[in-house]
């Protein structure tokens, strides 16, 4: 893809960029065949001009080779640039920091600071870093040490936000004092965990600005077509699912109807998130195109386009 040059190249790529902000959650591939097809469903997604994607990591970073190599690929065969995740359990300060550095040396230019899933029976070491917000700490450490190297430049640091309680946060008010605390570390934006119910997102933002919270918050969204995968991400998250989408799915003839109720249902959660003033959305796609791109096109991001310097969006 050819950058703009022209000033009626500039003028037509700065208006595109007032749509929503768009992004993609992308996971390593665990072997040299799903790379492949990895790479298609990259350039696949890549049409729609996203403006990130991000590379999630497991938990002590146990896959680190394969999130470099998809973070490589990312970076230099393709236009887009990638948001690492980088999780706190399991990792002592010093390999977080070597992680970091390593990511900053190979072009990484925003991470998505997370504490990552704590297995149960694990103990914590007392170099480990037990929660994000010392994470975003230890991003911002780092990049003043790199300063020179960076140009006076700076990295673009995310953390996560759940308009439904965390699993283990005693209560909401407790997970909004800790995004809180996540920004006034240096976090720049959050990307929430999924949520099924539009009035979760908007209270979420509604306490967040109320309390004193600047940066966006970008909803995520899973395209609802699997059930299963539903029911999968109900278990981990702690999130209800909606008993009418799981019905419908459910008593669907085929994959493909099964395909067409979640879609539209999912398009119908998201238009009325932006509705609400969302700033743009985030699709975790387990690595699969196909269902996102179906979200994409019956969505049509541009309804939702900034027209005046007003918008806020």
């Known amino acids: 893809m050819t950058a703009p040059t022209t000033l009626p190249e500039l003028e037509a790529a700065v208006t595109a960029r007032r749509r929503p902000a768009l992004s993609y959650e992308l996971f390593p591939a665990r072997t040299d065949t799903t790379f ?95 929660f994000a917000r010392p994470l975003v700490d230890l991003v911002r450490e780092v990049e003043r040490a790199r300063t020179a190297a960076l140009a006076g430049g700076r990295m673009s640091v995310g953390v996560a936000a759940y308009p439904h309680r965390h699993p283990e946060s005693p209560t909401s008010q407790h ?74 799915l459910e008593t669907a003839r085929d994959e493909a109807e099964q395909r067409r109720v979640g879609v539209r249902w999912s398009v119908d959660l998201i238009a009325r998130v932006l509705d609400a003033g969302a700033p743009g959305l985030h699709l975790f796609t387990f690595n699969r195109h196909a269902e996102s791109l179906d979200v994409l096109e019956t969505l049509d991001l541009d309804r939702w386009s900034a027209t005046t310097t007003g918008d806020d969006r």
């Open 175 to 248: 997970d909004l004092e800790v995004l809180l605390a996540k920004e006034r570390a240096g976090a720049d934006f959050a990307i929430t965990q999924v949520f099924f119910d539009p009035a979760e997102y908007c209270a979420l933002i509604t306490k967040a600005r109320e309390a004193g919270l600047r940066m966006p918050v970008i909803p995520g969204f899973v395209p609802a077509t699997n059930p299963r995968r539903l029911e999968r991400l109900a278990e981990l998250s702690g999130v209800p699912l909606p008993r009418d989408l799981m019905h419908s």
């Open 36 to 130: 492949e097809r990895l790479r298609d469903t990259i350039a696949q997604l890549e049409t729609t001009a996203p403006d990130y994607v991000s590379v999630t990591s497991r938990t002590g970073h146990r896959n680190l080779a394969r999130v470099l190599e998809l973070t490589d690929h990312v970076l230099h065969e393709t236009d887009l640039r990638p948001l690492v995740h980088v999780t706190s359990i399991g990792s002592s300060r010093a390999e977080l920091r070597t992680v970091i550095e390593a990511l900053l040396d190979r072009g990484v230019r925003g991470i998505l600071a997370l504490r990552g899933d704590q297995e149960e029976g694990h103990d914590l070491e007392d170099d480990e870093i037990p």
